[in-house]
Nanobody, 131 residues
């Protein structure tokens, strides 16, 4: 069983930054699997934000939703079994509960960005961006 715990959410002014963390426990699951960040705003569907996928030849490679490109950076620390989401230039529309999720390496970006393809989920952390 894999257990994921998010932290780092909070209240920030528009234009500010936050760094979210997702700690994995249960086994060294993080190191060769896809770990993604999704978010869900009140009354809306869960949407993909960013992910770190893993390829046996090239190792890690990140993938971002258009809304995150240029503002968010996803990374992983294998020594700590932790995934990070650095968020900059935050906007009010970034307000949501942010979840991390884990699955085996994804074969393509479609699978990588689809919530139903992930087997393990954290409990979420609230991010609120004030205008």
């Amino acid at each position: 069983q894999v257990h994921l715990v998010e932290s780092g959410g909070g209240l920030v002014q528009a234009g500010g930054s936050l760094r979210l963390s997702c700690e994995a426990s249960g086994r060294s699951y993080v190191r060769s699997h896809a770990i993604a960040w999704f978010r869900q705003a009140s009354g809306k569907d869960r949407e993909f934000v960013a992910a770190v996928n893993w390829d046996g030849l090239i190792g890690d490679f990140p993938y971002y939703a258009d809304s995150a490109k240029g503002r968010f950076t996803v990374s992983r620390d294998n020594a700590e079994d932790t995934i990070f989401l650095q968020m900059r230039r935050l906007k009010p529309e970034d307000t949501a509960v942010y979840f991390c999720a884990a699955r085996p390496p994804a074969p393509d970006s479609t699978v990588l960005s689809r919530a139903k393809e992930y087997q393990y989920w954290g409990q979420g952390t609230q991010v609120t961006v004030a205008a």
